[in-house]
């Protein structure tokens, strides 16, 4: 006797003798939404873990390659799902609407890939900072709320290391690609990590944020600078 | 400042108020505006003092930035703005707002049929003798709109504020321009997700019901269009909205082709007052379905196979009309729209409108379509066949709708209605004799 936390149908499960003695896992989608919930599967890129035909390093990567100052700031980023418009439209829900209970729809996930995903075990996770308006709009950020969930399920402990400045307050998602690739560094180290970083983010489009992230964190002594976003 | 005619009647979160931040402390310690609280919390049961949702699966935990407390607020109008339980609701407390004074408001000079006079006047009475409800039961394409008309005038007159309420934006971006044409002088509101029309001040506002839950007490009038349409009896939010939305003596009128068997219980039991329109506005009768009965017909329809019944109907008909065909599900539509070849149309079609209006400017001959044509679309000439029409989408309101398809212009006051069946049910039994007994109705005057 559930709602389906997307369209808020009833979700009907079908009762067998082993859910009426072990109630199944709490789904929080109901079937139609569930199967339009599509993961990354099969070969992806090396450094951003978008979906390709074959394991290969893809084009915007390449460009990050090419780009003296960003090389080598980041190991890779690991997304969980493709950015479809089905995609768009949880995100929307989630971050632009508030609906911050959604969250809950990425958590089985978050919690069955993140340990597969990266090669060490220790770092400190380090989520993507709003500006302080956009984080009263909004009442809460959604890389923080990702971070928590991974942070319950890897015994790592989150430290905000970073801030935005708030004069680059613009939204990421009404940019072009170029433009965001023009765009200052909008962050500012609060603290100095030693450790291997985790940077936590909802979305990785050009990878623009990340890459600014990584590359203060990097000029601050942090080994090595993985990511994980939900969506590329 | 008047802030009167932008916020008086109206309920809105503080991100909502046009206004600055000291404007906002001023008229509050003026107490101009007044605070509610947005979620209110008793012996264990939530409310959402926006939406009235009671269901606590809708509520949810937000560990919330602005007040660095963890605390509820509300999914089930998440999508018209977030409710914090941290928030309050705002109200206006100051003036009341003075509408402009019209001696003949009304510019609209076409004349009422005696049956729509009496509706007319039935509703203009009932606003004037503050009568709670009043059930309009027209048969479709009787003129519902025009009915409207004298009430309305009357009440602009009076400086009343009227609203009317549809469960559809496409029947609010219809009504508009009319009523812009039949009030030219009156401000009118149109209130839909997105709506270019919404200037916060209106007299007259024209909403989709989701639109009313920011609106408090405001309004003398209240008339809600196709009251049996879905959403309008799925949701529970939507009636508690539309109560909220009035004023405490304020009339409630309700349009119908369809009423509800609740409703239906009710003018039974003598509960709501009704007033009949059973005849057209051209004068002739509603066409009554033809029942036909093909063995087998969901295994035809599953293997693509053409129905007996429909293929006799389709040589023997006359192909000056259009054709409508409703098929229940949506498989089954691409189904026939294949075997056919022709045109099909569902609800989540992107091209639905382009189709729709091809439709009407004669371009397709035949369209196939779910039920989503139901109701609210006038094609002047076309015959009507339902596949299937024991199929449970079909209830009788559905099919006593989709009969009243045909027949819709003066030109063309007849059409064939053809319910294809496996087997009758009590709906179509019940869609026909409703048909019949509106008919009746209307010959006895």
């Given amino acids: ?232 | 400042m008047n802030f009167s005619k932008t916020l008086a009647g109206k309920l809105l979160l503080t991100s909502e108020l046009p206004l600055t931040k000291p404007t906002i402390d001023y008229l509050i310690r003026t107490d101009q505006l007044k605070q509610l609280p947005s979620i209110t919390t008793k012996y264990g049961r939530y409310q959402c003092n926006r939406c009235g949702n009671k269901n606590k699966q809708l509520f949810a935990n937000i560990p919330c930035a602005r007040c660095n407390h963890t605390h509820l607020y509300c999914r089930n109008c998440v999508q018209t703005g977030r409710v914090l339980q941290c928030d309050t609701l705002i109200t206006w407390n100051g003036t009341v707002p003075s509408w402009s004074l019209q001696a003949q408001p009304c510019y609209w000079t076409g004349t009422l049929t005696p049956p729509q006079q009496k509706a007319a006047q039935s509703i203009t009475q009932a606003i004037s003798t503050h009568q709670n409800e009043l059930l309009i039961w027209a048969v479709c394409g009787s003129g519902k709109t025009e009915m409207l008309f004298p009430a309305i005038t009357k009440s602009i007159k009076e400086r009343k504020r009227i609203c009317i309420a549809t469960p559809r934006a496409d029947v609010v971006r219809e009504l508009f321009p009319r009523l812009q044409h039949a009030f030219p002088h009156t401000e009118i509101e149109a209130l839909y997700a997105d709506s270019p029309d919404r200037t916060d001040k209106g007299q007259l506002i024209i909403s989709t019901t989701h639109q009313l839950i920011r609106y408090h007490e405001a309004f003398d009038v209240m008339i809600i269009d196709e009251i049996d349409a879905f959403p309008f009896h799925h949701d529970q939010t939507l009636p508690y909205l539309t109560d909220r939305a009035c004023k405490l003596d304020a009339t409630s009128i309700y349009l119908t082709a369809t009423p509800r068997p609740e409703h239906k219980r009710k003018i039974r039991q003598r509960k709501l007052p009704v007033q009949f329109v059973p005849i057209r506005f051209h004068g002739y009768p509603l066409p009554i379905p033809t029942l036909k009965i093909e063995i087998n017909l969901r295994k035809k329809l599953k293997q693509g196979t053409e129905p007996k019944a429909l293929q006799q109907f389709l040589v023997t008909r006359s192909t000056s009309r259009q054709l409508l065909i409703f098929v229940p599900t949506i498989e089954l539509l691409k189904k026939v729209a294949d075997h056919y070849q022709e045109v099909a149309v569902h609800a989540e079609d992107p091209a639905r409108k382009e189709k729709v209006d091809q439709f009407r400017q004669k371009k397709i001959k035949t369209l196939v379509t779910t039920t989503i044509l139901e109701r609210g679309v006038t094609f002047p000439s076309v015959d009507v066949v339902v596949l299937d029409a024991g199929h449970h989408v079909f209830d009788e309101a559905a099919l006593v709708q989709i009969a009243g398809r045909a027949g819709r212009s003066p030109g063309d006051p007849t059409g064939d209605v053809l319910f294809i069946h496996q087997g009758k049910t009590n709906a179509m039994e019940d869609a026909i004799a409703q048909i019949k007994m509106m008919n009746k109705k209307g010959k006895k005057r």
Wanted: proline share 5%.
């Fill in chain 1, 1 to 232: 006797m559930t709602y389906c936390l997307k369209c808020q149908d009833w979700i009907s499960q079908s009762v067998t003798w082993s859910t009426l003695f072990l109630p199944s896992q709490q789904t929080s989608l109901c079937d139609s939404c569930n199967s339009q919930l599509v993961r990354i599967n099969g070969a992806i890129c090396e450094k951003c873990g978008r979906q390709m035909p074959s394991r290969m390093i893809c084009d915007d990567c390449k460009k990050w390659q090419t780009n003296d100052k960003y090389r080598d700031v980041l190991q890779f980023n690991r997304p969980l799902f493709p950015y479809t418009p089905f995609m768009q439209e949880i995100i929307t829900q989630w971050k632009y609407r508030g609906d911050y209970q959604l969250k809950e729809i990425f958590t089985p996930y978050i919690k069955k890939e993140i340990r597969n995903f990266y090669p060490t075990k220790s770092f400190t996770i380090v989520p993507i900072p709003l500006t302080d308006e956009r984080h009263q709009e909004r009442a809460f950020n959604q890389a923080t709320a990702i971070a928590e969930v991974i942070a319950t399920h890897y015994e790592n402990s989150i430290i905000t290391a970073l801030s935005r400045k708030s004069s680059h307050s613009e939204k990421q998602s009404k940019k072009s690609r170029q433009q965001r690739i023009k765009t200052k560094n909008p962050f500012f180290l609060t603290k100095s990590l030693e450790t291997d970083v985790l940077l936590v983010d909802d979305i990785y489009t050009t990878g623009m944020t990340i890459h600014h992230a990584a590359k203060l964190l990097k000029e601050a002594g942090s080994p090595n600078i993985y990511s994980f976003t939900l969506a590329r």
